[in-house]
């Protein structure tokens, strides 16, 4: 079982607390980490919003979202009273002017030496202004740091702006941007899978790998984001962030070490050589969709149209084929695929490896190797093999998996989610996994491409009924590279 390590004491702010993403994800990891004794004594917690609360309520808000978002957690009731006593209120409108910041320097005072932390769980509009304020108030001190929630921007030039702002106070050793993919275990995985295994590294390359997969399928619609998505869509919400991680851990060199440029130096030099689309390709290597009313688990789910309230060119399902122009990868197509309210959950990476040159038990006996990494919702890795099938009557070659599901594997230990490890991560200091401005910066050069070459051709997306796997064009794409999307039942 991993040994859990206390953190420094720290003082965390969180701004936007009243929000979905504080109550449902980062007050529930900080109570698994406090609960696992991570987070020393001396640490206070402060939300902020502009919501008129009390403390008191303000903690009774983050014990109901537990409840109600992880009612599987059975807590002791008088463990998590003690957490809640470090959780504390203060209400700031953050556009107001620093004289009416006074609640918040109020609650960090007496800081006794605390590392001091503004997680920034707000629209990125206000990231700029609330450093300028923390900058104005002196609540910003050389050693704070900030954490960033994605989406930084909508195209280039919009996250350049806010980088150049918040970069005018929280220098770039102190900015931590968040992608709570890259702290799923499966993810950290696919590095010590690659880097420390010699049956592995010799074979990762266009030698041996036909293509890669990355799905990231949700059967959720938009749900109370609709707002928000309907001005970003799939590409920018999706693609632009999470996807190009997991590809670039997928196919980065290895660094020469695990310091955190190092690493992050690798997956630049990845996301530099990611093939610009122009409207040509554009037309025949990307696939654009919206979902229309459908069944999702055997309930009825409406078109997107209806929950954004009218209609509209926004995708809500990408399909790429994307190229890497490198030694390595030359040739090697990266196939990837998101989408909401499709069939079932799920995120993975599909490594699959070429056919044998020579097929001597025959036409059609067994298929290429697999290798399957499981994100969620059960994380964990597979290797795809042909074997012979037991039994008497003749050589018959069956593909089966080798099976290591980390829940089985480590004893059905509870270990830290995503947010759970990211959080203890910026209180460490720790950049390792978390984006650094020149990788967004080429991640959004990609990105805007291709949203320009979707805008000059004027398409819409096709539509694909909610529970499905996406339109019959994504299919298509890889089927005219004789291909097929892995999709098991």
């Known amino acids: 079982m991993a040994e859990f390590i206390p953190v420094p004491p720290f003082d965390l702010v969180v701004f936007g607390a009243t929000g979905d993403l504080s109550l449902r994800k980062l007050f529930p990891s900080l109570l698994h980490r406090y609960l696992d004794g991570q987070i020393p004594p001396q640490s206070r917690i402060i939300g902020v919003a502009r919501s008129e609360l009390e403390t008191d309520a303000f903690r009774q808000m983050v014990h109901e979202a537990h409840l109600k978002f992880a009612p599987k957690d059975h807590i002791d009731e008088a463990k998590c009273a003690d957490f809640l006593k470090h959780v504390e209120y203060a209400r700031v409108d953050a556009t107001a002017p620093p004289s009416e910041w006074g609640a918040l320097k109020s609650a960090l005072a007496n800081g006794n030496g605390n590392v001091r932390i503004f997680y920034l769980s707000t629209a990125p509009s206000l990231f700029v202004t609330i450093a300028q304020r923390l900058a104005e108030t002196e609540l910003a001190t050389s050693t704070s740091r900030i954490v960033l929630e994605k989406p930084i921007g909508r195209d280039l030039a919009s996250s350049r702006a806010i980088n150049d702002g918040v970069g005018a106070v929280f220098d770039e050793q102190r900015t931590f941007r968040i992608d709570h993919y890259l702290g799923k275990e499966t993810v950290q995985n696919l590095l010590v899978l690659r880097f420390a295994n010699m049956l592995v590294e010799p074979v990762w390359s266009r030698a041996t790998i036909d293509h890669v997969q990355i799905t990231v399928a949700e059967e959720l619609g938009v749900e109370g984001r609709a707002d928000y998505y309907d001005k970003s869509g799939a590409l920018r919400d999706m693609v632009q962030n999470h996807i190009l991680q997991l590809l670039c851990l997928v196919a980065l060199e290895s660094p020469n070490t695990m310091d955190a440029d190092a690493i992050r130096t690798e997956k630049l030099k990845v996301l530099s050589a990611l093939h610009p ?60 695929r998101t989408g909401k309210r499709m069939g079932v959950r799920r995120s993975e990476i599909v490594v699959q490896f070429k056919d044998t040159p020579v097929p001597i038990f025959g036409a059609g006996a067994g298929a290429p190797n697999k290798l399957v990494l499981r994100l969620q919702p059960d994380e964990g890795v597979r290797l795809w093999l042909n074997m012979k099938e037991p039994g008497p009557g003749g050589l018959r070659v069956k593909t089966a998996p080798l099976d290591l599901s980390f829940a089985e594997e480590f004893g059905g230990v509870r270990y830290p989610d995503a947010y759970e490890r990211l959080l203890m991560d910026v209180v460490r200091g720790n950049l390792s996994l978390f984006m650094r401005r020149d990788e967004v910066d080429a991640a959004w050069t990609w990105a805007d491409a291709l949203l320009a070459a979707w805008n000059e051709s004027g398409a819409e997306p096709f539509l694909y009924p909610a529970g499905s796997n996406g339109p019959t064009q994504s299919a298509l794409l890889l089927d005219r590279d004789g291909r097929a999307w892995w999709d098991p039942e």
């Open 277 to 336: 689309f122009d409207a040509k390709s554009a037309a025949t290597k990307t696939v654009r969709g919206q979902y229309k009313a459908g069944l999702v688990s055997g309930a009825k789910a409406p078109a997107y149209a209806e929950e954004v309230g009218h209609p509209t060119g926004t995708e809500t399902f990408v399909a790429i084929k994307a190229e890497v122009d490198n030694w390595r990868w030359a040739g090697v197509p990266f196939y990837l």
